[in-house]
């Protein structure tokens, strides 16, 4: 994250998690796995 901020231009690295956390591959895998618990039960 804190790459993607300096890239971006952002001094401080947690507007950049702020906005674009929500993307973040962790962040969507644990969408998964619920949608994985609904699906199998």
């Known amino acids: 994250m804190?790459?993607?901020?300096?890239?971006?231009?952002?001094?401080?690295?947690?507007?950049?998690?702020?906005v674009y956390a929500k993307f973040a591959p962790d962040h969507m895998q644990e969408a998964g796995a619920a949608l994985e618990f609904i699906k199998a039960t």
């Open 2 to 18: 804190a790459m993607i901020a300096q890239y971006l231009g952002h001094e401080d690295d947690r507007i950049t998690q702020r």
